[in-house]
């Protein structure tokens, strides 16, 4: 072992991956290579309070003095271009070449373009801490900011947006926001919460065209409809980036497939966070790709146990969740599993409502309410999710009945 | 320096959990353990400045409720990321089942 490792993709999955590497004890060289200028930073602020600062800032993962400190090289502003499986070496844009023991390829995900001509310098995406700075220049008071998208970065930004005295639409195809994942009952609480703030929401209806001068932005509906805007963000997904992956070889199945132990067909390279897909052992091992920032998180720290040998398998529980407004919105599991649901009302309106299979087993719970109001009880089912529990139906409905008591159980 | 402050009567909070105590434009986390004994901390989370009464407390752990960053909440200290900067403690003691903590 003299090569080391290197960490493809310096976001918050490579970033912990490589600190997560030195806490191990590993001392051999660890290089993190980045295509942005930055430090290995948290996206969660960048749809959220680097769209409503006066100056936004980096949250940074790591600082210089703690990546040097630690010894990890971080390459930034330079992108893998192909990897060399018999020489275990990587080539980088800049010429270089970076010989690895194990590589680890947390390369994220890409947002889903909008398929169609006429999109212009007026439309844009939001993934990286430069499209939030070139985001926030527009969001100001009267200005007109639409929104293609009706899920979780579109809603967040809408909030952002609207909180600085923006004019908001957010276009929805489907028939409500927020399709994918919640349950049309909390995707309601949301939608209401932005209607009473000002934001006009039009679902059920596609887009037919989109022309863009430079100027101004024209969606024109299907139904005939047509909004104009100053701006139109486009947040209708994300796709995994994978193109080094597949063409090293790899097998890719939505997202670089990995086993439970985040290994790709190749036993020395890794893959971790969004770009991958592994079988969720919670469920049984249902192959999933998640675009969290915990699994992010969770998944950096694992491959770089496995790195080092550890040999162990994925067993967290999906965890999800979203600021709008003074509403937070916290999901534990995947509520497609479920299929009953229980609702448990808390305090201050806020609520849960657990996903139970067929068999009784809790597979989900997804809330919703002012602050933190609903952390704690969607971590306690996030634990009871992870011991495939079956309580009683009544007990997670009542308010009553303590979750953590259901834990013991 | 000995500046006691009562935060709240002991049967106010449970077994192996938290609450939180405003004082003097300050915010603190007052703990219980499953042991019984109380415990008191900054109310507010290094990473995010997130309330930690409304987290998860399990054994000797605080969890956040935003982000699950973990601290000890007997010592302050940070238990793996997204936390890094250990939480700050305050000595608590119980009198006629009054919790007072030291807040100096």
Same mark, same amino acid.
């Given at each position: 072992?003299?090569?080391?490792?290197?960490?493809?993709?310096?976001?918050?999955?490579?970033?912990?991956?490589?600190?997560?590497?030195?806490?191990?004890?590993?001392?051999?060289?660890?290089?993190?290579?980045?295509?942005?200028?930055?430090?290995?930073?948290?996206? /969660?602020?960048?749809?959220?309070?680097? !769209?409503?600062?006066?100056?936004?800032?980096?949250?940074?993962?790591?600082?210089?003095?703690?990546?040097?400190?630690?010894?990890?090289?971080?390459?930034?502003?330079?992108?893998?271009?192909?990897?060399?499986?018999?020489?275990?070496?990587?080539?980088?844009?800049?010429?270089?070449?970076?010989?690895?023991?194990?590589?680890?390829?947390?390369?994220?995900?890409?947002?889903?373009? %909008? /398929? !169609?001509?006429?999109?212009?310098?007026?439309?844009?995406? &939001?993934?990286?801490?430069?499209?939030?700075?070139?985001? =926030?220049?527009?969001?100001?008071?009267?200005?007109?900011?639409?929104?293609?998208? #009706?899920?979780?970065?579109?809603?967040?930004?809408?909030?952002?947006?609207?909180?600085?005295?923006?004019?908001?639409?957010?276009?929805?195809?489907?028939?409500?926001?927020? !399709?994918?994942?919640?349950?049309?009952?909390?995707?309601?609480?949301?939608?209401?919460?932005?209607?009473?703030?000002?934001?006009?929401?039009?679902?059920?209806?596609?887009?037919?065209?989109?022309? +863009? +001068?430079?100027?101004?932005?024209?969606?024109?509906?299907?139904?005939?409809?047509?909004?104009?805007? +100053?701006?139109?963000?486009?947040?209708?997904?994300?796709?995994?980036?994978? #193109?080094?992956?597949?063409?090293?070889?790899?097998?890719?199945?939505?997202?670089?497939?990995?086993?439970?132990?985040?290994?790709?067909?190749? /036993?020395?390279?890794?893959?971790?966070?969004?770009?991958?897909?592994? /079988?969720?052992?919670?469920?049984?091992?249902?192959?999933?790709?998640?675009?969290?920032?915990?699994?992010?998180?969770?998944?950096? @720290?694992?491959?770089?146990?496995?790195?080092?040998?550890?040999?162990?398998?994925?067993?967290?529980?999906?965890?999800?969740?979203?600021?709008?407004?003074?509403?937070? %919105?916290?999901?534990?599991?995947?509520?497609?599993?479920?299929?009953?649901?229980?609702? =448990?009302?808390?305090?201050?309106?806020?609520?849960?409502?657990?996903?139970?299979?067929?068999? #009784?087993?809790?597979?989900?719970?997804?809330?919703?309410?002012?602050?933190?109001?609903? @952390? =704690?009880?969607?971590? &306690?089912?996030? !634990?009871?999710?992870?011991?495939?529990?079956?309580?009683?139906?009544?007990?997670?409905?009542?308010?009553?009945?303590?979750?953590?008591?259901?834990?013991?159980? | *320096?000995?500046?006691?402050?009562?935060?709240?009567?002991?049967?106010?909070?449970?077994?192996?959990?938290? *609450?939180?105590?405003?004082?003097?434009?300050?915010?603190?986390?007052?703990?219980?353990?499953?042991?019984?004994?109380?415990?008191?901390?900054?109310?507010?989370?290094?990473?995010?400045?997130?309330?930690? $009464?409304?987290?998860?407390? *399990?054994?000797?752990?605080?969890?956040?409720?935003?982000?699950?960053?973990?601290?000890?909440?007997?010592?302050?200290? $940070?238990?793996?990321?997204?936390?890094?900067?250990?939480?700050?403690?305050?000595?608590?003691?119980?009198? $006629?089942?009054?919790?007072?903590?030291?807040?100096?």
């Amino acid at each position: 072992m003299a090569r080391g490792m290197v960490i493809i993709g310096a976001g918050e999955c490579g970033g912990r991956a490589a600190l997560a590497l030195r806490e191990l004890g590993y001392d051999g060289a660890v290089t993190l290579v980045g295509d942005e200028p930055h430090l290995p930073y948290e996206r /969660p602020p960048l749809s959220k309070d680097a !769209m409503v600062s006066e100056a936004p800032e980096i949250k940074a993962i790591a600082s210089d003095a703690i990546l040097a400190e630690k010894s990890i090289r971080h390459i930034h502003s330079v992108q893998a271009v192909a990897i060399d499986r018999a020489a275990h070496a990587v080539r980088l844009s800049d010429g270089s070449v970076l010989p690895y023991d194990k590589l680890l390829l947390a390369t994220g995900s890409t947002p889903r373009k %909008l /398929p !169609m001509p006429g999109l212009g310098p007026r439309c844009v995406y &939001l993934r990286t801490f430069t499209d939030a700075l070139a985001i =926030r220049a527009h969001l100001t008071a009267g200005n007109r900011i639409a929104v293609i998208g #009706g899920g979780f970065i579109g809603l967040e930004l809408a909030a952002a947006a609207r909180k600085l005295g923006a004019a908001v639409t957010v276009i929805e195809a489907q028939p409500r926001i927020l !399709m994918r994942g919640v349950p049309a009952e909390i995707a309601e609480i949301i939608h209401e919460a932005h209607v009473a703030e000002g934001v006009k929401i039009l679902c059920g209806d596609g887009i037919a065209s989109i022309a +863009d +001068d430079g100027k101004e932005v024209r969606v024109t509906l299907a139904g005939g409809q047509e909004i104009s805007a +100053d701006l139109a963000v486009v947040g209708i997904g994300a796709v995994p980036v994978t #193109g080094l992956a597949a063409e090293a070889g790899l097998t890719i199945d939505n997202g670089i497939a990995v086993d439970a132990e985040l290994r790709s067909s190749d /036993p020395d390279i890794f893959a971790a966070g969004d770009c991958c897909s592994f /079988p969720l052992a919670v469920y049984g091992g249902r192959r999933v790709r998640l675009e969290a920032w915990r699994n992010a998180q969770e998944q950096g @720290a694992l491959a770089a146990r496995n790195m080092l040998g550890a040999g162990e398998a994925h067993a967290a529980v999906p965890w999800f969740w979203s600021d709008q407004y003074g509403l937070s %919105l916290q999901i534990a599991g995947l509520s497609d599993e479920g299929r009953s649901i229980v609702r =448990r009302d808390l305090d201050d309106g806020a609520f849960i409502l657990f996903h139970l299979a067929e068999d #009784g087993r809790l597979v989900a719970a997804s809330g919703i309410g002012p602050g933190n109001a609903v @952390a =704690r009880d969607i971590r &306690l089912a996030e !634990m009871l999710i992870g011991k495939w529990a079956k309580p009683a139906p009544e007990a997670l409905g009542s308010q009553a009945v303590k979750l953590k008591s259901l834990l013991a159980a | *320096m000995s500046d006691w402050v009562e935060a709240c009567a002991a049967g106010d909070i449970d077994e192996e959990d938290v *609450m939180r105590f405003d004082h003097g434009g300050r915010t603190f986390a007052i703990y219980r353990s499953p042991d019984d004994e109380f415990f008191a901390t900054d109310g507010l989370c290094t990473h995010e400045k997130v309330h930690l $009464a409304d987290g998860l407390v *399990m054994d000797d752990i605080i969890e956040c409720p935003k982000h699950n960053g973990r601290f000890n909440y007997k010592t302050g200290a $940070a238990r793996g990321a997204p936390v890094c900067v250990n939480l700050k403690t305050y000595p608590v003691k119980v009198d $006629a089942g009054k919790v007072l903590i030291q807040i100096g």
